[in-house]
């Protein structure tokens, strides 16, 4: 699977740009703020129907313009899909598949695959736990439709759940068995998306850890844990002992939206431990195990987006990404840089099919 032609109208910085892609890899390479990750950016749009970096759809329309208009053209399995994202503002974001709008954008999540690595992934490492749990759902949902509906249907009840918690703390009055409504459908749902997050993060651990021994060539000791309040108790006890607290709290406090990931070097937290290579290595060795899940679950490779990959890394850890590289570990890559020098100094050692693009405010040359 491949993207053979993207093309996009008034697209954050960009008015119009069309360009024709190697199957191999692609590089972008201009100054800061030239729209290297915008592109990347449009991309992503095609594959996840969403921006990777702002939710909000109408900001990525360009400033003074009405909507933007992304067109892929991929290569799939032999066939052709032509994918369209529209945006105006003001309007629903239309999304097509060969001139077929989607009922649900759900449906597309998972049809071309794709990973991205991005500066931005460090908010994984330093943010809330919220920013890890919504990395494990995006891996399980680009597999797993049902995934992304039960976890749906576990937020809708927890908000229902917590609304009428806030109502008994506001009128005093307790009615039991809504309250054991909604614990029977938080503890099914629930208890389902645990064991697949669980069973999810076996493989994907060990996965994890071949990727960083092999960057890192075995310099450093880290971990990669799942948490969950669910591994020692189940979600029905641990509901009935925090009832009284979440009835203080007027919230439920139990649950797999409490879940987490731990990540350690050396033993200790890679947040207050880790070096900023040492965390960037550990972003690139989990978005690898990414890539590595997606590739055994779907049977073809993603698409792999590495926005600034090379800065902070030192020359052994881009030697063994480029060896991936070379290895045909990966299919279509899109790399930004922004020296030209260092991105004809790293391929010009390996033999890859590389297409170069220079980047400048807003226009793009091959
Ligand atoms: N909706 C928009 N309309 C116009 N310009 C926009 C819009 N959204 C973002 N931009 C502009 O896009 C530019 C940033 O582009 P981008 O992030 O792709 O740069 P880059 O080439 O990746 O830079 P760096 O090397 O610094 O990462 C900024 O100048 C920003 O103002």
New binding site residues.
């Given amino acids: 699977m491949y993207l053979q032609q993207l093309s996009f109208l008034n697209?954050?910085?960009y008015s119009e740009a069309e360009l024709t892609l190697s199957q191999g890899v692609n590089a972008?390479v201009?100054?800061?703020?030239?729209?290297?990750?915008?592109?990347?950016?449009a991309v992503h749009y095609l594959s996840l129907c969403k921006s990777y970096f702002n939710p909000i759809d109408s900001?990525?329309?360009?400033?003074?313009a009405d909507f933007f208009m992304i067109n892929g053209v991929f290569e799939k399995n032999g066939n052709k899909e032509v994918v369209a994202c529209g945006v105006k503002r003001n309007q629903k974001k239309q999304f097509k598949r060969n001139k077929k709008d989607y009922q649900r954008l759900a449906d597309h999540i998972g049809f071309l695959p794709l990973v991205m690595i991005s500066?931005y992934d460090i908010s994984i490492i330093i943010e809330g736990s919220e920013e890890r749990r919504k990395f494990i759902d995006n891996v399980i949902s680009q597999t797993d439709h049902s995934y992304l509906d039960e976890l749906i249907g576990y937020n809708k009840v927890l908000a229902n759940r917590n609304a009428l918690l806030k109502q008994i703390a506001d009128t005093g009055r307790y009615d039991p068995e809504l309250l054991s409504i909604f614990d029977e459908q938080l503890v099914n749902s629930g208890t389902r998306i645990f064991e697949k997050r669980r069973a999810f993060m076996e493989g994907f651990t060990a996965i994890f850890n071949g990727h960083y021994r092999f960057i890192s060539e075995d310099a450093e000791q880290v971990e990669l844990k799942y948490e969950s309040q669910l591994i020692e108790n189940s979600l029905a006890q641990l509901l009935a002992k925090a009832l009284e607290r979440d009835r203080i709290l007027e919230r439920t406090t139990a649950g797999i939206h409490k879940d987490d990931l731990q990540f350690n070097i050396h033993g200790m937290p890679m947040k207050k431990f880790g070096s900023q290579g040492q965390q960037k290595s550990f972003l690139i060795a989990l978005k690898l195990a990414q890539y590595t899940f997606l590739t055994q679950k779907n049977g073809f490779k993603p698409l792999l987006l590495l926005?600034?990959i090379f800065d902070k890394l030192d020359d052994g850890r881009v030697t063994k990404l480029m060896q991936m590289v070379s290895n045909n570990d990966f299919g279509q890559v899109f790399i930004?840089d922004?020296s030209m020098a260092r991105v004809k100094g790293i391929f010009d050692q390996i033999n890859v099919d590389l297409k170069l693009f220079k980047?400048a405010e807003?226009s793009i040359d091959a």
């Fill in positions: 697209f954050k910085n972008f201009g100054n800061n703020g030239a729209g290297k990750t915008n592109l990347l950016d900001q990525q329309i360009k400033q003074g500066p926005d600034d930004t922004t980047v807003g």
